[in-house]
């Protein structure tokens, strides 16, 4: 079993910047490619970010490349989002979540365990 939980959500002016952090307990972190996903409402669960085991590795959905950036703490089994330049169409809650190796990883079921959310509100 692991353990995610998400904060550092928020409401924050287009423009502005949020840092989305996410603690992970129960399994070891390192195993875990880290992921990051986001829902608005009416809307499908949609891929943001990922980073694999070591920090490596990266990838990010277009819509926030260049704009967003993910990193993780093995020491301190913590996943972050910085997200900078937020827009109005970033609106959403914001999960993390885990999964093993680095395939499909912008597909949610390629994860298996997911935090509760945290909203990200930006306003115009």
């Known amino acids: 079993q692991v353990q995610l939980v998400e904060s550092g959500g928020g409401l924050v002016q287009a423009g502005g910047s949020l840092r989305l952090s996410c603690a992970a307990s129960g399994r070891t972190f390192t195993d875990y490619t880290m992921g990051w996903f986001r829902q608005a409402p009416g809307k499908e669960r949609e891929f943001v970010a990922a980073?694999?085991?070591?920090?490596?590795?990266?990838y990010y959905a277009d819509s926030v490349k260049g704009r967003f950036t993910i990193s993780r703490s093995n020491a301190k089994t913590t996943v972050y989002l910085q997200m900078n330049s937020l827009k109005p169409e970033d609106t959403a809650v914001y999960f993390c979540?885990?999964?093993?190796?680095?395939?499909?990883?912008?597909?949610?079921?390629?994860?298996?365990?997911w935090g509760q959310g945290t909203q990200v509100t930006v306003s115009s």
């Open positions: 979540a885990t999964a093993l190796g680095w395939i499909r990883i912008t597909l949610p079921n390629s994860y298996d365990y």
């Open positions: 980073i694999n085991w070591s920090g490596s590795r990266t």
